[in-house]
Structure formats: structure tokens, C-alpha cells
């Protein structure tokens, strides 16, 4: 390839022309949402325009005791605007650290600049491993680019001058000078986005797909519920319309999970700035629940297992016409002039520092598909790269030696002379080989440990690498990798449906060029696993985004540290451990938040139906329901969801949540419906009867609260006598406010009867849960014969019964 020219560039006066026009490639990329996103998050919402309304209703009742409510939607509200813009504010700063650079020419001086800061016909330059930050056109020079992230189809495409470059795409190898073309929103990539977005969604994490299940079903289902039970109240039962309507709205928003979305949100944002104090950047938060759920982690070699850089061991002359000297003076001919200087290239110019003085006249950048790199040295074309491919029928001669190195955990590389210079294609014809050169990467400082770790915890490991598959099992025993002697060379594949095989039997995956990593990756993911993939290359960056969650090395390209999920900014792969950990409390304690949640939604539901099928008015006030939320749910959620918990995700979210929830949502509604019934039947001052029931649903909530803690430690405990304690207090001093009546002796006796109840109520109805819960895990594991098996048991112990 020529020497690059260097064209003129804009001016200082062009710049600020075009910043002007508005021509300047700013894109609303960002990983946070913006100010305006999240004040319509919190505010703009479905359930806050229902509370809105019912809040109407009460003031045309002038039941204004019961707004009490709209206040707690406010500071729910306020709360998570304030902890996302916190979040916000540190997580754009550190994108802006962590944002790509470019060089441009301007006032005819080379300077770097943020990719958002190129205006249209900016001169810029580009070489292997960026990605292209907005549409442009060679000048001078040539890239192989990769263009998969735009139109899906993964092969490496040449670029001369003259041919436009798309933005998004990844330069493989070569460089360039190129004229901007379009910027922004006008750029190919970010009208695809926006074509994106209007024919789909964007795809959501478990734990939002479930609570959006939820929250559609109660949406939907309080509608008809609430006319129902208002004009059941007003029209039959003979209810004033201030107790209609004071009924109705108890039983509605009791219904609705108000802050259970809102304290996820705050959840996942705290968790990314606690993440970002370990140098961790997340570009999409719902990845923290991904790796969270992550049961095979596939790594690079180079870069995660090993360190980045490498060193040169040896290397052994193959032919007879040359000396050591001469030889070495090739290879440092090559690798010295050679303009882009990959890990390989650096360590061998390290290595071989005396060059013969042979010219540059063309070069070919390495290709990750075909593993070598070439270049013409005074009319002699030499190539660079993986044995296999470099040296042809000839491998069988070295075979022994190359396999040597590889079993003690070296990367070998082999030098050949052709007879033309390849240009990104198989290679072809004889060559004369030259040197092999032998290469390692020291492990990483804490790999050993860090993969002990995903070991105990169930995580299967998957290393995919380009290099001899020998050598990668090498490594990956020395890391403590399990099954490291399971290794493949995928190159010896010829059909995807053996690669699809292959993905379940091995552990080392080598001689994996990029589509085939992509396929692997996908073939884990169609077999039922949830995947994380981590990289550091361009090589990398399909598979990447084929994995449920990708992690990049900053040290690594800045294409692949842009199209991951999460980035290790200080290229730690020992971060990984607290990264799973820090998912695994997010999830674990959101579950334990939404079940109390749902605890009030499921008694709701169903006292209001019962209260529609025997015609009774709804025993429960607004401000009541208010203050059980609040002690029992509000203040427990937030503080159960933010301490520490790294117990392994078993089963789904949602399951999960009903699973805790039904029995004591349950519990609630025998309890109470039992006690509004005998309160009936001794005619007991509907006053009084609300009074009661909301002193059992409070015991009740404040016991489930007790079983979620599962472990509670002293923190837990002191917890609960406070929530316990300040329920206290508003029961005694602010109970006209709460709607809080003084009790006859009879309604106090009544009352103390359930409340004694509750506790076998719950712990029978829990038991009778986590049976069907197993049962139900049987029969969906075993299919037709575990159904046989389960009801040939029912019926033997029916009969032994008998």
C-alpha cells in the first residue's frame, strides 16, 4: 500500500461554520437516558394519571383525609428523579473519559478530538481496530472494513480511495485519510437506528418483561373492577358517594404496584455507580441482570486469560540459505515496517531490533479471517501468521516443533516468502518458508482465582480463540480453566451443524475466525443458556453482540469497548467476580421487593371481588391502605434493595415473586374477609370493622416481611422493630389522620382472634406453595412420564389415606 498523502484540511472559521449549520456528528448515543426521558419516566406514566383521577374523585367526594396517598406518588416520584440524575451525572462523565477519539487535520495541523466533535468535510484518519464514527470517503490509502453491524453479512470488504465508508463499520486492517460526508443523525448508521426503533422495541431484561406482565394485568384489570365496585356500593348497597368512592379508590390502589418499577429502575442505576467506582462502565443497565443470570462465560485468550502484551521466546530459521542474522533481519525488516503494529507485530519489533534496511512498497493489514498479514520488502513479498495458514502443504515438516510450543503454552507464528502479495484471500500457490517465531503471554495476575470463582459458583467457561488450539488448552490448564483438554481446532470444521455440535461437547474453541465465533456463541444461546461473552478485539465484536452480555478491555479496540454492553476501563478481568455479584444482589433483592408488592396487590384483588360477589362495601380507606404501604412495603423495599446479597439466581423472576407473594396475599384475604364477616354478623360499626382489618393486614405484611429477610441478621431486625415502631406511633398520635378508630371491647377481641390466626394461616399456605411449586418444577422437567409417576403417587397415598 502507498504512503498516505495529507490532504488539506477545514479551517478553524469552516469548523465553527459548520458548527453553526448544525453539521456536527453529536448523536444521542448515551448509555442514560436524558433529563427529559427521565422526568417523563417518573411522571408521565399510566398509573400516575390514575392516581390523578382517583385523587379527583376524592376531592369531589371531599374525603380529603384519604390524599394521603398522592403524597407518598410524589415522594416516589421525587426519589427516583433525583437517584437517576444522580446516576446520570456520573455515568456521562465517565463515558465522556471513555469516549472514542479521532485525529483530523485542521488549520493544516494534525490534532484528536472526540468522535461528537467532527463536523461534515472534516479531514480525518482511520486505521485497524476503530470503528467509523460518521459517513466518509477515502482520499488516500485503503481499509478492509467489516460491515456485519450494518448489513449482517460478516465478510471484510476492501475500501480504496474513492469508496465511501459507512459509519458504524470496523476497520479490520489498513489505514486511511478520508472527507466526512454525513454527520449526526444524517449518518447511515443512525437512520438505520431510527428505522430500528420504529419497527421494534427495544429487547427487555427478564425482571422488566415480568413487571411489565404484572403491570399490564392490573392496569387493565382495575378499570372494570373500579366502575363495578363503585356502582355495587352506590347503587345496591345504598353507600353515600363519598364511601363509594373512598371504598373504591382503597380497593384500586391497593391494586396498583406504584413504586415496585420505580425502585428497579433505582436498583439498576445505584448498582451501575457502584459498579463505575470499580473502573466498570455499563452502557445498558439491564446487562447487570444478564451477567446476574449467566451460566457460560466465553473468553479471548490474549487480553483476558493472559496479559495484553507478549514477548518473543525464540525463533528458528527454516531454511538453509539464510543465516540467524539474515533471518532475523527479515523478520525485523517486516515487523518494523509494517504501519499498523498489532500485540504480535510490538513484541516482535521489541525482539528484533536490527533491521537489514529493506523498503515498504505495499502492504496487506493482518485479517482475523485468513490469520496472516503480508507486505512487499524491495520487491519480495513475505507473509506473516498462523502456521496453518502461512505455510500450507508444508506444515507437516515443522508440524512436531509448532506442537511442542503449543503444549507449553506459546503462540507460534510462521514468516514465508510468496510469489505475490495476498490481498485478504486464501492463500495459494508454494512458499518458501522462513523462520517460525515463538511468542507467550504471561496469565493473568488473579486469572487462576477469578476462574475458581465462576467454577464454584456453576459458571461454565468457553475460551474462543484464534490462535493453535493447542496452545489455548495450554494456557487455560495453567489458569485452572476445568476440562482445559477439551480443545478443537475449528478450522478442521467443514459445516455449521458439526460447529453447532461441537459448541456443547468442547471447552477450547481455536483457530476461530469471527463468523464462527458468532456461531458458537449462538449455538450455546439456542441450547438454552444465557451467554456473556468478553473481548477485546474486532475480531470480537459480532459475537459480542450475539451474546446475552458483552464485556470489552478498554486496553483492547475501541470499536469492541463501544459495541459492549459493559466496559472494563482499567481492563481487569479479575472485576468480574464483583461485577456477577453486584448483578446477583440487584436481582435478589428486587425479587424480595416486588413479592412484598405484590403481597398487597393479590389481597386487594381479591377482597375486592369478594366484597362485589356478597355486595358489602369495601372495608378498607385510602389512608389506611396508605399507611400498611408504607410501614410494610414502602420503607422495607427500599432498604431490603439496596444491602448486600450474592446468593445464585435459581428459577425466574416471576415465578419466583408469585411463589413468596400468593401466600401471603392469601393469608390477607381469609384473615380479613373472616373478620369482616363475623363483624357483620355482630354488627360491628363499619368504622371499627376497618379499623380492625387494617391492624391485620399490618401483622401480616410485617410477617412476610420477617420471611423475605430469609437470613436476618441485626440490621434486619432492627429494622423491623422500626418499621413496627413508627406504625406505633401513627397509630396512637396521628390516627384520625390515618382513619384510625378507637375499637369496641368485642371488635379488640375479634381482632385479636385473627391476628393469632395469621401466623398458621401463612406458614400452612406457605408450605402448600413451595409443594406445588415442586410439583410443578417435576412435571415441567419430566414431561408425560413425571406426570405418570406424580399422580400414580397422589393416588397411592389417597388410598393409603383410605
Known amino acids: ?188 448508521a443512525s437512520r438505520l437506528m431510527q428505522q430500528a426503533t420504529k419497527m421494534k422495541t427495544r429487547e427487555q431484561s427478564e425482571i422488566f418483561r415480568s413487571l411489565n406482565s404484572m403491570l399490564k394485568f392490573f392496569g387493565i384489570i382495575i378499570i372494570p373492577i373500579g366502575i363495578i365496585l363503585f356502582v355495587q356500593q352506590y347503587v345496591y348497597s345504598d353507600a353515600s358517594f363519598s364511601d363509594a368512592v373512598t371504598g373504591m379508590v382503597a380497593a384500586l390502589i391497593g391494586m396498583i404496584p406504584e413504586g415496585i418499577y420505580l425502585l428497579t429502575s433505582t436498583a439498576l442505576a445505584v448498582s451501575a ?40 521466546e525464540t525463533f528458528l530459521p527454516l531454511t538453509d540459505h539464510l543465516s540467524q542474522e539474515q533471518t532475523a533481519g527479515i523478520i525485523a525488516d517486516f515487523a518494523g515496517n509494517m504501519p499498523e503494529a498489532n500485540d504480535t507485530l510490538q513484541a516482535m519489533r521489541a525482539a528484533f531490533d536490527i533491521p537489514d534496511g529493506r523498503k515498504l512498497s505495499a502492504y496487506t493489514g493482518f485479517s482475523s479471517k485468513y490469520k496472516y498479514s503480508a507486505a512487499t520488502l524491495d520487491a519480495e513479498h513475505f507473509v506473516l501468521g498462523a502456521p496453518e495458514y502461512v505455510l500450507g502443504a508444508q506444515l507437516s515438516k515443522y508440524q512436531n516443533e509448532i506442537a511442542d510450543f503449543a503444549a507449553e503454552g506459546c503462540r507460534v507464528v510462521a514468516l514465508a516468502r510468496y510469489p505475490y502479495l495476498p490481498k485478504g484471500e486464501v492463500l495459494s500457490g ?55 483438554s477439551m480443545c478443537i481446532d475449528v478450522s478442521q470444521i467443514r459445516s455449521d451443524e458439526a460447529l453447532i455440535k461441537a459448541a456443547g461437547k468442547y471447552t477450547v474453541f481455536g483457530r476461530v475466525n469471527p463468523e464462527q465465533k458468532k456461531l458458537l456463541v449462538k449455538a450455546m444461546r439456542d441450547a438454552g443458556n444465557t451467554v456473556a461473552m ?20 478498554a486496553s483492547g479496540s475501541e470499536a469492541a469497548s463501544q459495541a459492549a454492553q459493559l466496559v472494563l476501563l482499567d481492563s481487569d478481568f479479575a472485576h468480574m467476580p464483583s461485577i456477577v455479584a453486584e448483578g446477583r444482589r440487584v436481582v435478589n433483592n428486587i425479587q424480595r421487593a416486588a413479592s412484598l408488592y405484590l403481597v398487597k396487590n393479590i389481597f386487594s384483588l381479591c377482597l375486592a371481588v369478594f366484597s362485589m360477589i356478597l355486595m358489602l362495601n369495601y372495608p378498607l380507606e385510602p389512608s389506611q391502605v396508605s399507611l400498611i404501604s408504607m410501614f410494610t412495603i414502602g420503607i422495607p423495599s427500599f432498604i431490603l434493595a439496596l444491602e448486600p446479597n450474592t446468593s445464585r439466581i435459581r428459577g425466574h423472576f416471576l415465578s419466583n415473586v408469585v411463589s413468596k407473594a400468593l401466600p401471603a396475599g392469601l393469608t390477607d384475604f381469609l384473615t380479613v374477609s373472616g373478620l369482616v364477616l363475623f363483624c ?59 382513619g384510625i378508630e ?61
Open 1 to 188: 500500500m502507498d504512503s498516505i498523502k495529507k490532504p488539506r484540511g477545514l479551517t478553524l472559521q469552516e469548523v465553527n461554520a459548520r458548527i453553526q449549520a448544525g453539521k456536527v456528528n453529536y448523536r444521542n448515543v448515551s448509555g442514560t437516558k436524558s433529563v427529559k426521558e427521565i422526568l417523563k419516566s417518573n411522571l408521565l406514566t399510566y398509573f400516575n394519571l390514575v392516581f390523578v383521577i382517583l385523587g379527583v374523585l376524592l376531592v369531589l367526594a371531599r374525603s380529603y383525609r384519604d390524599l394521603t396517598f398522592i403524597g407518598v406518588i410524589a415522594a416516589n416520584a421525587l426519589i427516583g428523579i433525583v437517584q437517576e440524575l444522580h446516576s446520570k451525572k456520573i455515568l456521562d462523565r465517565m463515558s465522556i473519559v471513555s469516549q472514542p477519539r479521532v485525529k483530523v487535520v485542521r488549520d493544516e495541523k494534525e490534532m484528536v478530538i472526540p468522535s461528537d466533535e467532527i463536523v461534515a468535510d472534516d479531514l480525518i484518519y482511520l486505521s485497524g481496530g476503530m470503528q467509523i464514527p460518521a459517513d466518509c470517503v477515502v482520499l488516500e490509502g485503503e481499509l478492509h472494513v467489516n460491515e456485519s453491524m450494518l448489513t449482517g453479512e460478516s465478510d471484510e470488504i476492501e475500501k480504496v480511495r474513492g469508496k465511501e465508508l459507512l459509519s458504524g463499520s470496523i476497520v479490520i486492517s489498513g489505514s486511511c485519510s478520508a472527507r466526512v460526508k454525513h454527520v449526526g443523525m444524517d449518518s447511515y
Open 534 to 553: 468478553t473481548g477485546d478485539g474486532v475480531n470480537d465484536i459480532i459475537a459480542m453482540k450475539e451474546a446475552d452480555c458483552s464485556v470489552a478491555m
Open 430 to 484: 508454494e512458499c518458501d518458508p522462513i523462520a517460525l517465531v515463538v511468542l507467550r503471554n504471561p496469565i493473568r495476575k488473579g486469572a487462576k482465582k477469578t476462574f475458581e470463582y465462576f467454577r464454584r459458583q456453576g459458571v461454565q467457561i468457553r475460551v474462543i480463540s484464534g490462535d493453535n488450539p493447542e496452545t489455548v488448552s495450554s494456557i487455560a490448564a495453567q489458569a485452572g480453566i476445568p476440562n482445559a
Open 742 to 802: 378507637s375499637l369496641t371491647q368485642q371488635t379488640a377481641m375479634l381482632t385479636f382472634v385473627f391476628c393469632l390466626l395469621t401466623e398458621p394461616v401463612l406458614r400452612y399456605a406457605s408450605l402448600l406453595g413451595r409443594k406445588c411449586k415442586e410439583d410443578i418444577r417435576v412435571l415441567r422437567q419430566g414431561g408425560v412420564s413425571a406426570l405418570m409417576v406424580f399422580l400414580g403417587r397422589r393416588f397411592h397415598r389417597f388410598i393409603e389415606k383410605e
Open 680 to 738: 357483620r354478623e355482630f354488627e360491628v360499626e363499619p368504622t371499627c370493622v376497618s379499623t380492625a382489618c387494617s391492624i391485620v393486614v399490618a401483622i401480616v405484611g410485617f410477617m412476610i416481611v420477617y420471611h423475605i429477610m430469609e437470613k436476618a441478621t441485626v440490621k434486619h431486625l432492627a429494622m423491623l422493630l422500626g418499621i413496627i415502631a413508627g406504625w406505633i406511633v401513627c397509630l396512637i398520635y396521628f390516627s384520625s389522620f390515618f
Open 273 to 312: 455507580v457502584r459498579l463505575s467506582s470499580q473502573k466498570v462502565l455499563v452502557h445498558d443497565l439491564k446487562c447487570i441482570e444478564t451477567l446476574a443470570r449467566v451460566n457460560i462465560l466465553c473468553v479471548d485468550k490474549t487480553g483476558t486469560i493472559t496479559e495484553k502484551e507478549m514477548k518473543v
